[in-house]
């Protein structure tokens, strides 16, 4: 299942890679060319992590990251392969540091997004919050598409089960809610079918670390871009 479960989220990252031909685009601006060459180089460093998580899934356990800043690096990610038809909110609210990587935040958006916008063929919004709850953060993830039969509400986290077994893999949900036991944390789903779904992720936090090495300083300055 962590071999599949991988394979699945590599092939998600590879997608994201595929962006540079956005550059052979003529009317892009300097800052927009270099967003995204920041952004695939962003999506080889995932793929590596992803390799080594597969060869040495011991190394997860020592990392952190800022949350906000992580969840701002992965919505603006997305933004070149959200769908026709498709808007995307988000309210962040500063929050603090996860026992996770900024890869592993990117898994959970990228996971929860492509499961959104398969329960959205015809267009609709997905809304991402971010907010502190009890000692700990909240982030909500909704999206107004076809919802959640009752009868499979229980099943939609088991590995290989999908309600869309013509197009899924049935591992992207079942990695989300892995990455939130990984953290200490949790997933949970909210759904009214007909009207949408929101998945509700909870994060434990940890104390951030004295100093912000490598990509953590990166974060930090995405994060003062977007507060």
Known sequence: QLAGALAHDLRNTLQL???????EDDDLSSEQMADVLSDVRMGVEDAEELVQKLTTPAADSTQQCDLTASLWSAIRQLSPTTPTGVRVTAVIQPSGWVKLSSTDIRRLVTNLFRNSCDAMPAG??????????????????SDTGTGIPVEVLDKIFEPYFSTKPAKGTGLGLHTVQEIMRTCGG??????????????????????????????????????????
């Open 17 to 23: 890679v595929y962006n540079i031909e956005l550059i």
């Open 124 to 141: 609709g919004v997905i809304s991402l919050t971010l907010h502190p709850k009890e000692g700990a953060v909240e982030l909500r993830v």
């Open 186 to 227: 949790g997933v949970h789903v909210e759904s009214t079918p007909g009207e949408g779904s929101t998945f509700v992720l909870h994060f434990p936090l940890v104390p951030a670390p004295d100093a912000l090495p490598g990509r953590g300083r990166a974060e930090a300055a995405l994060e003062e871009t977007h507060g």
